[in-house]
């Protein structure tokens, strides 16, 4: 949360030792309280579990389980979890499978230690953070996913919560692919009322991420609006 005093808990998921232990080291150099690590898939979804960390800083390409896979147990075992995937690979299919596995974010491994850290912080607080030239692939993949037939989210329309305005202006702009700070200083108020409304709203929607929430909006045409 903004604001918040006590450190980032963070766990680092990478299979090579190296890299992994130096990623580590940058985070709790900078202050972040690096609360386990993992080197492979089944070990990750394991350590997640039993250390709840606030973020998840998870690599793709993991022996015994698939970073994919790991992200989609995780989130499922614990929506308030974050995970910013960190990986040598900028395939546009991995970076839409990290997001529809629950993703917040996605990082190339030739990111700088300040980046990184940025980017974990940016995380903690529900920010979804990209890779410069990969957020309009995700904005693009949202309203894909929105197109495809599924289950409506919220429950029956007749029966559908009913928003405020302020968080319908907020829903409106998530859905339009801009970030959390973008939409303080678009509506001239805070970063964590921004956090609040998006909360408020998952809440009454019964969503659990910010995939499902832009689904949501881009279904009702809000992003059009």
Known sequence: MSGRQDPIR????DDHPMWRDA????????????????GDG???????KATTPDVLVLDLNLPVKPGAQVCKEVVAADPALRVLVLSASGEHADVLEAVKSGATGYLLKSASTEELLDAVRRTAVGDPVFTPGLAGLVLGEY?????????????????APRLTDRETEVLRLVAKGLSYKQIAERLVISHRTVQNHVQNTLGKL???????LVRYAIERGLDDE
């Open 42 to 48: 089944e070990q990750a979804v394991r350590r997640a």
């Open 143 to 159: 309203r894909r996913l929105a197109s495809d037939p599924g289950p409506s989210a919220g429950g029956d329309e007749p029966n």
């Open 23 to 38: 990623v580590a080291r940058d985070l709790a150099q900078a202050g972040l309280d690096v609360v386990a690590t993992a």
């Open 10 to 13: 963070v766990m680092v998921v």
């Open 206 to 212: 019964q969503l659990h991420n910010r995939v499902e």
